[in-house]
């Protein structure tokens, strides 16, 4: 998870992540939408992989890039004991406004 987190940190990396959310995509499609240089693109691309969040596959003289969400789904799961954390304080402030907010 630890990797998966470094990957997460940076918003360029995520917004990678987004955009491929809905489909493979080729590298240069994140050149074009990010506000950096394609060697910098590349080196989110290699961390992401890394990380276990995107893979690469070869079509012709072109890389296509698409979401491994499994990680994400192992930091959701982990994120669950918290969930109900929030939820229970969430419910409180929500009883207390109740309590205090005149009718």
């Known amino acids: ?5 470094q990957a997460l ?4 990396r995520i ?3 987004n ?7 080729p590298a240069s499609d994140f050149v074009r ?3 950096v240089a394609q060697p910098t ?13 995107v893979r690469v596959r070869g079509d012709g003289n072109r890389r296509l ?14 994120l669950t004991h918290y969930r109900g954390f929030w939820s229970n304080h969430l419910d ?6 109740d309590r205090e907010t005149p009718r």
Request: net charge neutral; no cysteine; glycine share 4%.
């Open 92 to 97: 409180a402030l929500e009883a207390h406004l």
């Open 9 to 12: 940190a940076d918003p360029s």
């Open 33 to 35: 939408a990010l506000p």
């Open 15 to 17: 917004a990678i992540l």
């Open 1 to 5: 998870m630890h990797a998966t987190f």
């Open 65 to 78: 890039y698409s979401l491994n969400p499994a990680p994400l789904r192992e930091i959701d799961s982990w």
């Open 19 to 25: 955009m491929l959310s809905g489909a493979e995509r």
């Open 41 to 53: 693109v590349s080196k989110h691309l290699a961390v992401l992989r890394r990380a276990g969040l």
